[in-house]
């Protein structure tokens, strides 16, 4: 597992240094580490092992996802908690538990990766994201389901829906995110009581 650890960091350096560059000067990088290594694409080891033309997709700045088959086992190269937050820049509390459940259901990796989100994990990823801890996290979640973005699956525990996905997939980050309207306070009426009203007596002019 700690091979495995290590390969993922390579990965995620890897694809950092290079996502400034351009096509060429990305190939000149490569093409100066494969020499320095003494490495070929080209070399039985490799070919035999990963079938780099269909197992390897390029990768996209808004969501990594290079993956390598070999020998039945599939691996992947994640984005951690912090990298997203700061390209998707949430707003509010709500929008950044949005944010762990996308994360957990679609970036983070097989030893961490679920469907659901609890106030547990809240606590964990929004420390390590870097973003301030509400005052109750349970309650983030619950308003993050009031405000469409999550269903429940049992107490405590939600499920990102198709809008909470789209706002953390598409939408967030892009300055297009309409803000839920705060609940209306009802407001109970007093009951209305009437008034005796006073005549006014005129006294006729001249009388």
């Known amino acids: 597992m700690e091979n495995v650890d290590k390969e993922f960091t390579a990965m995620q350096d890897i694809v950092k240094s290079l996502q400034g560059l351009d ?13 320095r290594l003494g490495i070929s694409l080209n ?23 290079i993956e390598q088959q070999g020998e039945g086992l599939i691996t992947r190269a994640f984005k951690d908690i912090r990298t997203l937050k700061d ?23 097989e030893s961490e990766k679920k469907s659901e989100v609890e106030t547990n994990d809240v606590t964990i990823y929004f420390k390590q994201a870097g973003y301030p801890l509400p005052k109750t996290p349970k309650m983030t979640l619950v308003h ?15 499920k990102l829906n198709p809008v909470g996905y789209n ?11 309409k803000k839920p309207r705060a609940a209306r306070k009802k407001v109970t009426k007093k009951p209305v009581t009437k008034k005796a009203s006073k005549k006014i007596v005129t006294k006729p002019k001249g009388k």
């Open 167 to 177: 706002l953390a997939a598409y939408t967030m980050g892009k300055g297009e995110v």
């Open 23 to 35: 096509e060429e000067a990305r190939e000149r990088v490569l093409t100066y580490v494969f020499g």
């Open 87 to 109: 390209e998707k820049n949430p707003a509010t509390a709500v929008e950044m538990a949005v944010l762990v459940a996308y994360y957990l259901e679609e970036l983070a990796p």
């Open 144 to 158: 993050a389901k009031n405000a469409g973005y999550f269903e429940s699956k049992d107490r405590g525990i939600f």
């Open 43 to 65: 070399s039985p080891a490799i070919s035999t092992k990963y079938n780099t033309t269909t197992q390897i997709r390029p990768f996209e700045s808004s969501e990594l996802s």
